[in-house]
């Protein structure tokens, strides 16, 4: 707790004074680029990871980067969030962005009753079942190391909650008019490389080498169901994973 009251003081005296103006002018009114929504691990910084002044990012962090369908949770705070960012901030772009050894996805693949001493993360993750069943049906079989297993759950999850981004009324309606874009990123911490969804090759790779062109159709996008590879060689979970 010291080291993070050293940080305030650190900031005031340090930092504040030569951003002085910055922060004058986001006192007065926030224009977030995007919606950036990640996991609660604490060693995902989206900030850091994508280099943004403060103002640039409108963040939704929770236990493994969910988006519960609309309607899930009856005035639910995702929900909100999500409902802010696109219909009152305006922002043109959602990102959703998974990342690799991921504590909720871990848990995912654990037996339910392994979850029993910790019964609101069960409940939570209950918004990841069809992320479980997609990766049962189409990853059991297949003989991979518990990393890749734990990697290929983590890129269907970010697939799984764009599409439940889409059954939310105000992002429905801004797809419907062309005013956003959606995006589904991995970010593997342990090298820094961040992965986009590539529409046009279907699988996960670096970002600078995705195609431009975002998801902003109702396609579905999961890698089994358009036909790429699970754990294929574009794919984070087969990155050195």
């Keep these: 707790m010291q080291r993070l009251v050293q940080g305030v003081h650190k900031f005031q005296s340090e930092v504040f004074g030569s951003r002085r103006e910055l922060f004058e002018r986001l006192a007065a009114a926030q224009k977030p680029e995007a919606l950036f929504i990640t996991c609660s691990d604490s060693r995902v910084d989206p900030t850091l990871v994508t280099q943004s002044e403060p103002g640039t990012l409108f963040e939704l962090q929770n236990a493994g980067n969910m988006v519960p369908p609309y309607g899930a949770q009856l005035g639910g705070s995702s929900a909100a969030t999500v409902e802010y960012a696109v219909s009152v901030?305006?922002?043109?772009?959602?990102?959703?962005?998974?990342?690799?050894?991921?504590?909720?996805?871990?848990?995912?693949?654990?037996?339910?009753?392994?979850?029993?001493?910790?019964?609101?993360?069960?409940?939570?993750?209950?918004?990841?079942?069809?992320?479980?069943?997609?990766?049962?049906?189409?990853?059991?079989?297949?003989?991979?190391?518990?990393?890749?297993?734990v990697m290929a759950t983590v890129e269907e999850n970010v697939l799984v909650q764009l599409e439940n981004l889409r059954t939310h009324p105000s992002v429905a309606a801004a797809l419907a008019r062309g005013e956003l874009n959606l995006h589904a990123w991995v970010y593997k911490f342990e090298t820094g490389e961040v992965f986009a969804y590539d529409a046009q090759s279907e699988q996960f790779v670096p970002l600078a080498e995705a195609s431009q062109t975002p998801s902003s159709d109702s396609a579905r996008l999961r890698l089994h169901a358009r036909g790429g590879r699970p754990g294929g060689p574009r794919s984070v979970a087969s990155a050195g994973a």
């Design 89 to 149: 901030l305006k922002v043109r772009d959602v990102i959703v962005c998974g990342h690799s050894h991921c504590g909720a996805m871990t848990a995912l693949l654990q037996p339910r009753e392994a979850l029993d001493n910790v019964p609101a993360v069960q409940s939570w993750l209950r918004h990841a079942e069809t992320t479980r069943r997609i990766v049962q049906e189409n990853y059991a079989h297949l003989a991979c190391t518990p990393e890749r297993h």
